[in-house]
């Protein structure tokens, strides 16, 4: 359930910073930089996630590595998506 809450937040700050990019630049180029902005910061977030879930919940890195590849993965490829569609318009 932790590992679902994670991913959705990470979608979630996906929009925000694709709302940021649109309050500041608004036009679709702003809304791409916006979205190559996000993935950076969301691999360090989910690396805190990972080291939240060894020193505090007692996991050892080889059992929180595959959550953080998970964790990490799915809104880094829903920003891929809006990156290559906002760079096709």
Do not use: D
């Not at 080291?51 to 059992?63: F, K, L, S």
């Not at 799915?74 to 290559?84: G, S």
């Amino acid at each position: 359930m932790h590992m679902l809450m994670v991913i959705v937040g990470g979608v979630v700050l996906l929009g925000v910073f694709l709302l940021f990019g649109q309050l500041w630049g608004g036009a679709t180029p702003a809304l791409a930089t916006a979205a190559k902005l996000f993935i950076p910061v969301w691999l360090a977030v989910s690396v805190a996630n990972l080291w939240v879930g060894v020193n505090r919940a007692g996991y050892t890195v080889a059992q929180e590595l595959p959550i953080l590849a998970v964790v990490f993965v799915v809104p880094a490829i829903v920003a891929a998506i809006a990156i290559w569609q906002f760079a096709r318009s």
